[in-house]
Nanobody, 125 residues
Framework: QVQLVESGGGLVQAGGSLRLSCAVSGRTFSAYTMGWFRQAPGKEREFVAVINWSGDNTYYANSVKSRFTISRGSAENTVYLHMNSLKPEDTALYYC??????????????????WGQGTQVTVNS
């Protein structure tokens, strides 16, 4: 059974940092593009960042560019989201997802077929 399990969320002050992790099991991790999405209360789920299968191509939403970094550790079947300079508007439930594709820049939910349960990030002002 394929599983994506996120961890690392929590409560942080504005300007602080967090690192989210997503552990993938049950499916060939290295063959697929991985992404992070988030959903704030009362809002639609939105794209945050994506990384291709080899880890050398990344893409970010404008709202997080230069503050967040996505990376992957192939040996550990894990993808990370390093979040710096956090703002209250970053407060959301963060989801890890695995794309149907191994390349490209999938930024829409329908381009992903596997999702984790989410980890909550709360940023206080």
């Amino acid at each position: 059974q394929v599983q994506l399990v996120e961890s690392g969320g929590g409560l942080v002050q504005a300007g602080g940092s967090l690192r989210l992790s997503c552990a993938v099991s049950g499916r060939t991790f290295s063959a697929y593009t991985m992404g992070w999405f988030r959903q704030a209360p009362g809002k639609e789920r939105e794209f945050v960042a994506v990384i291709n299968w080899s880890g050398d191509n990344t893409y970010y939403a404008n709202s997080v560019k230069s503050r967040f970094t996505i990376s992957r550790g192939s040996a550990e079947n894990t993808v990370y989201l390093h979040m710096n300079s956090l703002k209250p508007e970053d407060t959301a439930l963060y989801y890890c997802a695995q794309s149907k594709y191994s390349s490209g820049r999938p930024v829409h939910e329908y381009e992903y077929d596997l999702w984790g349960q989410g980890t909550q990030v709360t940023v206080n002002s």
